[in-house]
């Protein structure tokens, strides 16, 4: 158990929908990283926020946002959901920003658009 | 988005047999790191490596920093049920953020 919560565990949209996903970190850790898990890869970087700000961005478009809060806890938002965006998203908490392999890993939201 | 080549895609063991899985990049990569996910969870960190040529073991798995910090392997010795699930390799270039990972290799191990 690492201490990152995730919430929902699953959820169901339609296309065109928005959705929002919550990311709870382990106590300590001031960085969350967002990440998207398609079926049969491997996770994709969306984006990191460090201290409430962003830190670094994957090559997702701009639907794609996130805020972080003053307890470190994360959102990951999607506007006009399409298709291709049923995957599991993973959150990640760390307490050292930018530095990649420090990164603990919740359960997931598992996310599909029909 | 980039990935790095992982392989084997899927493996099926029987119990007690050695296991081998690697990951190479077209790239160089500064750090190296080997995850296990098991189903509905998030990945878990096995083994992480910082240096090129560096040979590192936790428990019954070895995993090795490429020289041409290129690629890297795992190896699983002596293989029980509970080894199965899906390996991801990782790994980070420069001062970045993000974790770059590998397709994955399904094992499967048979009692």
């Known amino acids: 158990e690492t201490g990152v919560t995730q919430s929902p565990t699953h959820l169901i949209k339609t296309r065109g929908q928005q959705v929002t996903l919550r990311c709870s970190s382990q106590s300590g850790h001031n960085t969350v990283s967002w990440y998207q898990q398609a079926l049969g890869q491997g996770p994709q970087f969306i984006f990191q926020y460090y201290r409430e700000e962003e830190n670094g961005r994957g090559n997702f478009p701009p639907r794609f946002s996130g805020l972080q809060f003053p307890n470190y806890s994360s959102e990951l938002n999607v506007n006009a959901l399409e298709l291709d965006d049923s995957a599991l998203y993973l959150c990640?908490?760390?307490?050292?920003?930018?530095?990649?392999?420090?990164?603990?890993f919740g359960s997931g939201t598992q996310l599909s658009v029909l | 988005g980039q990935q790095l080549n992982q392989s084997p895609q899927s493996m099926f063991i029987q119990e007690g047999e050695d296991v081998s899985m690697n990951c190479t990049s077209s790239?160089?990569?500064?750090?190296w790191l080997w995850y296990k996910q098991d189903p509905g969870e998030g990945p878990v960190l096995l083994i992480a490596l910082y240096k090129a040529g560096e040979l590192t073991s936790n428990g019954r798995l070895t995993a090795q920093f490429g020289i041409t910090r290129k690629d890297s392997f795992l190896n699983i010795s002596a293989s029980i049920p509970s080894d199965v699930g899906i390996y991801f390799c990782a790994g980070t270039q420069g001062g970045s953020e993000k974790l770059v990972f590998g397709k994955g290799t399904k094992l499967t191990v048979n009692p």
């Open positions: 990640a908490s760390s307490d050292t920003r930018g530095v990649g392999e420090k990164l603990f």
């Open positions: 790239s160089i990569f500064n750090t």
